[in-house]
């Protein structure tokens, strides 16, 4: 159980487009979820925590119009990369608490998508 | 900014412990020790965490000192798949995650 899915895996672009990532919780109805961004050698860094039904708090630094987060179920929560810049590439991870996990602060990881704008 | 400290990089032979140390010196009275990993190009994985009390599960075992001042997470008998960045970081019980650098544990044959 307790199995959280990203889509797609793996994304190449062209600089200037959008690109939508989904990140959705299999087994269990998220309470919140979170999106990380990790570039090559470092450490992940927390861009945003999404609540179902209401907006995302962003982290500072993070531009809320250019990553765009919709958490419209229980379920389900969408990034998307807007007017998308090499700078922009990375490896984009979701994670998610369930209402089992919230009292331990347990996350659900995502497999996580990497994102290529050329 | 993380509140942890860990080394970057350590090594490990198969089948014995493997010993990851931790140091989060300012950490309050009711925030939590977490340990994660991340295999690579995978999403990170939870391990155990801790309060005050040594943890232990099925994975690792967590050792806080009584200051809580410093912990170590122990892979009682590492394997091959063990290999991973292993962060621990320490947070009030439903707060978001701050990873820090962690460390590389490379377990060898």
Known sequence: GAVVSQHPSWVICKSGTSVKIECRSLDFQATTMFWYRQFPKQSLMLMATSNEGSKATYEQGVEKDKFLINHASLTLSTLTVTSAHPEDSSFYICSALSWASLANNEQFFGPGTRLTVL | ?109
């Open chain 2, 1 to 109: 900014d993380a509140k942890t400290t860990q080394p970057p990089s350590m090594d490990c032979a198969e089948g014995r412990a493997a010993n990851l140390p931790c140091n989060h010196s300012t950490i309050s009275g009711n925030e939590y020790v977490y340990w994660y990993r991340q295999i690579h190009s995978q999403g990170p994985q939870y391990i155990i965490h801790g309060l005050k009390n040594n943890e232990t599960n099925e994975m690792a075992s967590l050792i806080i000192t009584e200051d809580r001042k410093s912990s170590t997470l122990i892979l009682p008998h590492a394997t091959l798949r063990d290999t991973a960045v292993y962060y621990c970081i320490v947070t009030y019980g439903t707060d978001k995650l701050i990873f820090g650098t962690g460390t590389r544990l490379q377990v060898f044959p």
